[in-house]
């Protein structure tokens, strides 16, 4: 699964409209996001890796995405991007970039920031290698634009054949992990200080209409997987990802009386939340 959204420029219109309910897709794949190393800045073209370790990514190899770790992820000149030593399937060695191209469209652009979560995907270096997936992530080769201390995690994603359409949705969503303000006191006033501290465990709820225990998200109860959510404007411009993983389904279903709809509900803790953003291109 890529995190990338390719629009046309002539769909960027339609891609930043507001949001209606219906407009969102939920997709689950038994199979979490796995961590593979964090990336530091230490310069605007300086940067340290270090391997998350574990264990090896599959041999059919996956997809790799770059997450922004840090509160203030700042690039500097132009978009900021990573570039690494990879190995591909088939034993093809080659280099891959994660490029954060500048939002222009969004009416902060040339701010040129980003915040907690955002991903860009690796990509292959060599054209003919663009579709091919990672089986080792390599030594880092550069970065480009960065501010001191911008801070990316690696994942690998799970494959896009093994997300499974949830169908009948209806409430779908929940709050990011993010760091919790801490307020620092100072005589009399309460808050003369606030630093970044530890964030809350927040929950993922999947609303749905309950067709059977070995249907929708109930074959998953009791699982731990990702949680995808396309945001699909106007029917036919996919404008945002949203990924939860490391998700526990729980699954409940109330029933009333009548003809009232059986409504079913996932609620559960997640890991770590990844947020692919459109490229107008």
């Known amino acids: 699964m890529k995190l990338n959204i390719a629009v046309t420029t002539a769909q960027v219109d339609t891609a930043r409209k507001p949001e209606i309910g ?16 964090v990336l530091t800045a230490t310069g605007a073209a300086t940067g340290s890796y270090v391997s998350a370790g574990g264990t090896d ?4 190899g996956r997809n790799v995405v770059v997450r922004v770790n840090s509160p203030k992820c700042i690039g500097v000149g ?3 991007a990573v570039t690494f030593n990879v190995t591909l399937e088939g034993a093809l060695t080659d280099t891959a970039v994660a490029t954060f191209d500048l939002p222009a469209w969004s009416g902060a652009g040339s701010l040129n920031m980003f915040p907690i979560g955002v991903c860009a995907d690796l990509i292959p270096a060599t054209v003919g290698n663009v579709g ?3 089986t080792a992530i390599g030594t880092l080769v550069s970065v480009a634009n960065m501010t001191v201390g911008n801070e990316f995690q690696l994942y690998t994603t799970p494959l896009d054949a093994d997300f499974i359409k949830i169908d009948a949705t209806t409430t779908k969503g929940g709050a990011f992990n993010l760091p919790e303000p801490v307020p620092i006191a100072d005589g009399r006033n309460p808050a003369a200080y606030m630093k970044l501290g530890r964030g809350t465990i927040e929950k993922l709820t999947v609303g749905f209409r309950d067709r059977g225990y070995m249907e929708q998200l109930n074959r998953f109860n009791g699982s731990q997987g990702t949680c995808r959510i396309d945001i699909v404007k106007d029917g036919f411009v996919t404008a945002q990802r949203l990924v939860y993983s490391g998700w526990f389904v729980r699954c409940s279903t109330e029933r009333g009386d009548g003809d009232d709809v059986v409504e079913a509900k996932a609620e559960g803790s997640y890991e770590q939340f990844l947020v692919g953003y459109m490229r107008a291109a």
């Open 57 to 60: 990514i599959p041999t059919a």
């Open 132 to 134: 091919k997936k990672i």
């Open 22 to 37: 219906l407009e969102s897709d939920v997709y689950f794949a038994p199979e979490n996001c796995i961590l593979r190393g």
């Open 78 to 80: 132009g978009a900021m």
